[in-house]
């Protein structure tokens, strides 16, 4: 073969692998070495995991399999290495347990390349990564290194984590794949809490096969193919409830051209009305949100202060403090509605079609732009997928479209996510 | 004053502090000599913070405010402590990070006298503890040393976690009040997970008061005096659902002779029929708590799997392996219409009276008891107060009367709770 090992994805690897093509340890060497030539400029890691050779030559003597190389957002505990959650005050010494859903990783095969870079405790305060498609843009928050060092080839898969948008606006800036799960679909031991009723644990990719494998992983699952989804057979919803109105022209343009292509390619393709349900949920989103972020970071607040951001302390903290108890627990329950609204709503379509953000990646380095696409998605906690489909005339920077499933529906939105990439997908991610 | 510190509730000694016939450092001393002195004995705890006086001395000089002396389950993450959560494989080294709850409490003024035992990862298996009324008696679990540690007066207040029923059946057996608040109402970051759905801090304490108290603090809420509850204005329900037929007849007799009484003052006493939502939340609660606790404990069960007790590869461990997803995802949904339908329920009734346990403590160290009776609740998410209203005829230990208020009901709970253990309770709780 004449690519070079780190622009496969871990699917492509583990086949060449498996062909007797490549080994293990000339992919991830040959990532290492990609980062090595790269992280000075992305600076997409938080920490870098020297011991990786080593585990993986342990993995070979215990059991000859090969292992898969992961980037772990800095906000999840991973046995040995530090977690500093993108803030400088806290202890570095190494985590003394890991995440349940790092072990399982673990024990399938995957090894841990480092930490990627978070925004600060998961919020909005940047960290000091940048864009590969333009390091002048933001990568986008909180999984800002684990979108860049996907998008950049340093790694095939990274976690990300998602409170509002942090795993598919990164995504869709990044001109990479970012999935969220069915709300309680994948283990959040030893991850830092934001806001647990709606934080989720995601994934980075460059093909929907490796969200699929990884998803199997985390499931304790047998892994298997994703099956190949009939478009005609599927119903597809366009929804242009606010905040539609606010994506640029650009953006609304290409997701009409391309629901048309979409129309036009067999697939049911209609509106969806579900102004009510999104705007109440983006209204118990803030209220939740900071009700329990206020609390979450306790330890932060109490001890540390001082040295938190005004982004922080102005943003979701202060949201917090606005609300009481009792708006708390009237938010949950009329959640505890709308979710089982929003169930009978995915009777009459399977996936949901909207913009995974207003645009492409903000030309600044201060901020990490906008959630108001995603956090609906995140407290309803149903499966989101952002798939690289556009990209911007003007800078050619990439714009993503985000597709939503019905709760617990994950197979069939990954089947049909992985027939509309090779239908309408960029033709190739090479670097 | 001729009473010990020690016996006092922290309602009470915080009074006598304030009215200037107590010093907080003669109070938290008299606990300590208490624990010095019994400690061998019962063996409640895991670890002794020797710096505590200094912490009160530190927070004295600070603003002058007193302190509450508290003990935390050693599966709460306290700064500066080890946590061993009932093992002997977990690095003992102190946490660098600890829970929302602990950094609430010690904002508030609290110390933290040291992390009382454990079972085995929450679970089943036994910590030393022994039962304080009687020490060939098992004293409960999951948060054994907590219980023993209130009912020995050695310290006023502690932590305690509620996966089954962990603060309740122990509370009953060592003859405390046991309180496990609205699922969502105590932050729970820092605390060893078993069953995210359903995992919930609690209170063990002597005193009413001392519960509204500490959850005032755990809310961040102005502490205000708990509200005269007129009882004849309430409405209780006799829940004799399964599995009531399965304890002691003397249990069943003291809670009708009660509900007479109760009735006889002036309360709305009536039977409440909710057998089909107790048996399925049963059933759900086994489902649930298997598969997320698998997940939970990934790291033991992955990196210590031979370290794990019996009790525990057998119990809830192997619970989860029989469960896949699909029946986990079906069980999620079901329970969210089964809590829609309680709330229906909790129209006609404000509080539902069932036994806390099957009867008193077993006389054994090798088993913690039953969580039949509590499992259902933890699993619903109602706020649930166990009263230490009877005693045995033979033995004279302790039996416990669970009572269960509708979801966010909590201060009507604690409310009709200090009316009836005034009315109802032990003369006295002096050692």
């Not at 490549?22 to 290492?32: D, E, G, K, R």
């Not at 390349?113 to 405790?121: A, I, P, Q, S, Y």
């Not at 009723?197 to 929907?208: K, Q």
Request: with cysteine; charged share 20%.
């Amino acid at each position: 073969m004449n690519t070079d090992p780190y622009t496969l994805t871990a699917t492509e690897a583990l086949s060449q692998i498996e062909a007797g093509e490549l080994s293990t340890v000339a992919w991830i060497t040959s990532c290492q070495e990609r980062i090595r030539q790269r992280e000075p400029e992305i600076r997409a890691w938080a920490y870098i995991n020297e011991q990786v050779i080593g585990d993986v030559e342990e993995r070979i003597r215990c059991d000859g399999r090969p292992s898969i190389p992961i980037g772990v957002k800095d906000i999840i505990d991973v046995f040995g290495l530090p977690t500093m959650m993108g803030t400088d005050f806290h202890d570095p010494a190494p985590a003394v347990r890991e995440g349940g859903s790092i072990a399982i990783l673990r024990e399938s095969g995957c090894v841990f390349m480092g930490k990627t870079v978070t925004t600060e405790l998961g919020h909005r305060n940047p960290g000091p990564t940048r864009n590969p498609k333009d390091t002048r843009h933001t990568p986008g928050g909180s999984s800002s290194g684990s979108a860049a060092a996907v998008a950049d080839y340093m790694v095939p898969i990274c976690l990300g984590t998602q409170t509002s948008g942090s795993v598919v606006r990164p995504a869709s800036y990044c001109g990479v794949l970012g999935y969220k799960p069915t709300y309680g679909d994948f283990d959040k031991t030893g991850i830092l809490a934001n806001a647990p009723s709606m934080d989720t644990l995601g994934i980075l990719a460059r093909s929907v096969d490796d969200i699929g494998l990884l998803r199997k992983l985390l499931l304790e699952e047998k892994v298997d193919k994703i099956c190949d989804a009939d478009l005609s057979a599927l119903s597809f919803g366009v929804l242009r409830a606010p905040p539609w109105e606010t994506a640029d022209v650009e953006v609304r343009d290409l997701i009409e051209d391309f629901t048309r292509t979409l129309s036009a390619s067999g697939a049911r393709v209609a509106d969806i009305q579900l102004d009510l349900e999104v705007s109440r949920l983006q209204v118990l989103h803030r209220l939740i949100s900071g009700y329990e972020f206020r609390r979450s970071i306790a330890f932060e607040r109490t001890k540390h202060l001082d040295l938190l951001s005004s982004v922080l302390r102005n943003g979701r903290l202060a949201d917090g403090e606005r609300v009481c108890r009792r708006e708390y627990q009237s938010a949950l329950q009329e959640l505890a509605g709308l979710r089982l609204g929003l169930a009978g709503a995915f009777g009459d379509v399977d996936i949901v079609i909207s913009p995974s953000a207003s645009g492409v990646a903000p030309a600044t380095l201060d901020s990490t732009g906008d959630a108001a696409f995603n956090s609906a998605w995140t407290l309803a906690g149903n499966p989101v997928i952002t798939l690289p489909l556009f990209h911007a005339e003007a800078s050619g920077l990439p714009i993503g479209c985000q597709f939503t499933a019905g709760v617990a529906q994950d197979d069939l939105l990954l089947a049909a996510a992985k027939k509309i990439m090779m239908l309408f997908g960029p033709p190739t991610f090479a670097a």
